[in-house]
């Protein structure tokens, strides 16, 4: 036992407690920590990533751009500079040219005879100059036969030298391409880019300002309800109090048990109120809760909530339509929606105008023909300038600028509605501001008169002289009076942030 009784002295001595177990939450914690759990502020982050990104994709559009192509080709018949006309001829040069040559040997064996008869007329032995003659006939033979197989052999070495053998074709190529002028399309992209990105903020801006705006309500909805609590279990503690009273005086003859039914119907009415009050509560917490990214059952405790005077700050509020023209990211969203369709109107336009880029690069092929045809992979650098002019497109490119241009008129008519718009909450937040401000200001008067109001009558009632019923009245306006001034503080409040809210000023 004595072990026990020491823990228990030690856990209320570091003071875990049930009470100091819950998280002690201020509204800029409760803000910071909405913004982070928030979905759609991560989406919104998303947004700006890819907007960034966009952005420098839209740079690269400068710079030169450097691709590799690679291909392989197979024909079912290959290239042939010869027909088969002169691939048949030159492949029987020497055959074709055989009896030219077996003619010229018939015409060296004529000679000869003559020769032969000249010298035997001279008395030269004719048989043996007849047997030079055909031996020399016979040499000449072989050799035109021999000339005639060498023509055919370099003949079919010619034949072979012009096949292409383009069956099988291999290529590729590292290509640098530089735009030199697009018709304005690269800046006017560029300008876009930018103009998306700073869209993306202010989108991401308003989320934030929307998600600040919920959680201050919900966090002063908190504050509200666990007043209204304390003033419920006050008033509670005051008509129990009223009706022992009651009871009493109706043992002792001085009050009827009508009066004291009706004091008892109070009482009811009395915890049925502090029971909603309670269920709301909880209910608003839970709120609250998720939207700060704690468990929805997790118990916590707001700064606020415990003070007795909320230290309402009341300020004279200024109209400054300038100040939230200057600041709203709705306008400044619906300004760069206007800037981007302008944008994208230069770049319809871009189509219309001359575009030139520089090109350079190395190509390779197999076979190729930088040494006649040759099965092997040779290749060539290789510059040049690319320009292209638009001539004509039906109007293709003017319809679509028009188009851009209504888009453009669109934007401009919803900027200055918006302006108009805008204009209007901040006059209403305005006079929001400062209604708030006079409703604090009579809920405090109203304050003072039901306490003085209680006051004397219960002091009447003491003394005999005023009803119950009359009491009953006093507590109530006394509570309607305690209620009010609550209302009346957090309306100061919520229309401060209302009024942050419309200038742009949220943050």
């Known amino acids: 036992m004595k072990k026990v009784l020491a823990i228990g ?48 994709s839209a740079r690269t559009k400068y710079l030169p751009h450097v691709s590799a192509i690679g291909s392989y080709q197979f024909t079912s018949e290959e290239i042939s500079i010869l027909n088969n006309e002169q691939k048949s001829n030159l492949s029987n040069l020497g055959t074709n040219a055989l009896p030219a040559l077996s003619g010229l040997g018939g015409g060296v064996q004529n000679v000869m005879g003559q020769l032969g008869n000249m010298l035997g007329q001279l008395g030269a032995p004719v048989e043996a100059i007849q047997q030079m003659g055909a031996h020399v006939q016979q040499s000449l033979t072989q050799g035109a036969t021999n000339m005639a197989g060498l023509l055919d052999t370099e003949g079919q070495k010619i034949v072979d030298a012009f096949r292409t053998d383009t069956r099988h074709i291999f290529a590729g190529s590292v290509l640098v391409t530089q735009p030199v002028f697009l018709g304005g399309s690269i800046v ?14 202010n989108s991401a801006s308003i989320r934030r300002q929307s998600v600040i705006y919920s959680t201050d309500q919900a966090y002063w909805q908190v504050v509200s309800l666990k007043n ?22 109706i043992e002792e003859g001085v009050a009827t048990r009508s009066e004291g039914l009706s004091v008892s119907v109070k009482v009811n009415e009395a915890e049925m109120t502090l029971q909603r009050v309670n269920d709301g509560l909880v209910l608003s917490k839970m709120l609250l809760c998720q939207m700060v990214g704690l468990p929805m059952d997790e118990q916590i405790t707001l700064a606020d909530e415990d003070s007795e005077n909320l230290a309402v700050v009341t300020l004279q509020p200024q109209l400054d339509v300038a100040q939230a023209i200057e600041n709203r990211p709705e306008l400044k969203m619906l300004g760069n929606t206007v800037d981007m369709s302008k944008q994208a109107t230069k770049i319809l ?16 092929s197999n076979p190729n023909v930088m040494n006649g045809f040759e099965k092997k992979f040779g290749g060539f650098w290789n510059v040049g300038l690319l ?12 319809y679509k600028v028009r188009a851009s241009k209504g888009a453009t008129a669109i934007a401009n008519l919803e900027l200055e509605e918006a302006r108009e718009k805008i204009e209007l909450q901040v006059n209403q937040n305005t006079f929001k501001v400062d209604e708030a401000n006079k409703r604090l200001t009579m809920a405090q008067s109203g304050i003072e008169k039901a306490e003085e109001n209680l006051r004397t009558a219960n002091l009447g009632f003491k003394e005999g002289v005023i009803a119950p019923t009359v009491v009953m009245e006093a507590q109530t306006a006394w509570l309607q009076a305690q209620s009010q001034l609550i209302d009346a503080q957090i309306a100061v409040k919520l229309s401060q942030v209302e009024l942050n809210k419309a200038l742009g000023t949220l943050y």
Not at 387 to 392: A, C, G, T, Y
Request: aromatic share 8%; hydrophobic share 45%; net charge positive.
């Open 9 to 56: 002295y030690w856990l209320l001595a570091v003071g875990v407690t049930p009470a100091s177990a819950q998280h002690l939450l201020s509204l800029d914690s409760c803000r910071a920590m909405a913004l982070r759990n928030n979905k759609q502020i991560g989406v919104q982050q998303l947004k700006q990533d890819i907007a960034a990104n966009l952005r420098k």
């Open 349 to 364: 336009k871009a189509g219309n105008l001359p575009q030139v880029a520089l090109m350079g690069g190395y190509a390779v």
């Open 228 to 249: 209204k609590k304390r003033l419920a279990e006050s008033y509670l503690e005051l008509i129990k109090k009223f009706d022992s009273d009651v009871q009493r005086m």
């Open 387 to 398: 320009v292209r002019v638009p001539l004509w497109n039906w109007g293709d490119v003017a």
């Open 188 to 201: 006017a992209l560029n300008k876009l880019a930018d103009l998306n990105e700073d869209f993306a903020a």
